[in-house]
């Protein structure tokens, strides 16, 4: 392939030598990629701030055997008002942990890249906890853990859904209940953050029910990858 454009976020970054680094980012259109950004920790390295992680950046890069070499980068946004703000640095960083677990070496997921740089531009925006679980629970629908919402996912009832159980796919009825108790707010809340009414939501003062759906979606998503995440218990702490 020899060079190539993309834009990609920077997920982390790992010290190569007395003055390189290894970058890992989720790219536009090859998927995650891993580059050796030369030079970059010498202190008048071009572009050694733009390949910070949680920068969003236009890239040149030349395609190496193991790794690729970061030729060019030009940011595309900082994302000051996370970088200022310890509570939204903290649900950034899990969005960005949380993405370099599920995105793939070298196979593009555009819909990946999109939801990571749409989820921190809404961070960037507001400081609601929404923002961070509507970015695990639409990832968990891209994977195909889209929980069911409206009936009991063990029997089928449609009336009294008490608990929420990600491995049973969803909602629980008293009867069925498992996993963790969910309120009827919370519930309503997560359909209309996956029905598409997240935009209206964020406008809205945020309450318990919001809080709520945070911790489940964290518990969710480690379960879906069945790890913890050193990320969210920072948050947690």
Known sequence: MGLYRDEGVVLRTIRLGEADRIVTLVTRAHGKVRAVAKGVRKTKSR?????EPLSHVS???YEGRELDIVTQAESLDHFRAIRDDL???ARASSMLEVVDQ???EREPSPRLYQLLVGGLR???ASDNPLVGAAFFWRLLSLEGAHPLLDQCAACGSVEDLVAFDLAEGGALCRRCRRGVPVSPDALALL???LGGGLADALNEAP???ATELEHLANRSMEHHLERRLRSLHVLDG
């Open 47 to 51: 572009f050694g701030a733009r390949l």
């Open 191 to 193: 359909r209309r953050v």
């Open 59 to 61: 890239l040149l890069l």
């Open 87 to 89: 509570d939204r640095l």
């Open 207 to 209: 309450g318990p029910p």
């Open 122 to 124: 809404a961070l960037a």
């Open 102 to 104: 599920v995105a793939q």
